[in-house]
């Protein structure tokens, strides 16, 4: 009954957390994998966790590559701390660094935990870019003799093919780190355009200022009372 009640809690405690793919169910394995990449730019709250779970089959490749892009409020630390759990619960990998890339092997089949943890900054939010997935190497172990040319070419297609799409999926991989490298040069751009427009604003300002204080110092300097005899 005790152990019912905290397993009840602790369902309650992580029902925030989010999935990229629904339950199996009563669906086989195999029957439904959904989507195994995924890549959007979200925002940790100051002092707060956001976690994600994405369900991986055995005997796949799990990759996770950040890169954090901007800092809201009075945020000044670019660290952000991200683990990733196995579906038992045991910590796997975890980094604490402004970018990061973790990649390893799945060995058990469930839903894998994604936290990220904004515990570097009290006043101030990060901006985070993401992109994960898993990548499944499907190697059949042929049975027999392969009998005609038929079979051998449709086996060299076949191995062709998963090249291919091998090496398609980790142009999308470097395509996705250089959209992050440029989103994160864009967020700078903006970031030195505020600073060098506030500060021209505050410069122009005091100049102004500087130059009445001038004016009315010179113009005092020459005052003369008119009830006074001229020379």
């Not at 005997?59 to 196995?86: C, I």
């Not at 796997?92 to 894998?112: L, P, R």
């Not at 091998?166 to 040069?185: C, E, L, T």
Request: proline fraction near 3%; charged fraction near 15%.
């Amino acid at each position: 009954m005790l152990a019912s009640a905290v397993l009840l809690l602790w369902s309650a405690c992580c029902a925030w957390c989010r999935k990229s793919e629904p339950s199996l169910g009563g669906a086989g394995p195999g029957v439904f994998r959904g989507s195994n990449k995924y890549d959007f730019a979200m925002e940790v709250p100051a002092g707060g966790m956001e976690c994600f779970w994405h369900f991986a089959h055995q005997s796949g490749s799990f990759y996770l590559t950040y890169m954090v892009q901007w800092l809201t409020g009075m945020a000044k630390d670019q660290r952000l701390l991200v683990t990733v759990s196995s579906p038992g619960g045991a910590l796997i990998a975890s980094e604490n660094e402004a970018t990061g890339h973790m990649k390893f092997s799945t060995e058990v089949t469930g839903f894998y935990q994604l936290c990220l943890g904004n515990h570097n900054n009290r006043f101030g939010g990060i901006r985070v870019f993401l992109s994960f997935g898993v990548i499944y190497e499907e190697e059949e172990e042929e049975e027999g003799e392969e009998e005609g040319g038929l079979n051998s070419t449709l086996a060299s297609i076949q191995e062709s093919t998963q090249r291919l799409q091998s090496q398609i999926f980790h142009m999308w991989r470097h395509y996705n780190f250089a959209r992050m490298r440029k989103g994160k040069d864009h967020y700078l751009l903006l970031s030195n355009l505020n600073y060098v427009t506030w500060w021209s604003a505050a410069q122009s300002v005091a100049i102004v200022l500087s130059g009445c204080l001038q004016v009315l110092v010179l113009r005092r300097l020459f005052h003369t009372d008119p009830s006074r005899p001229r020379c």
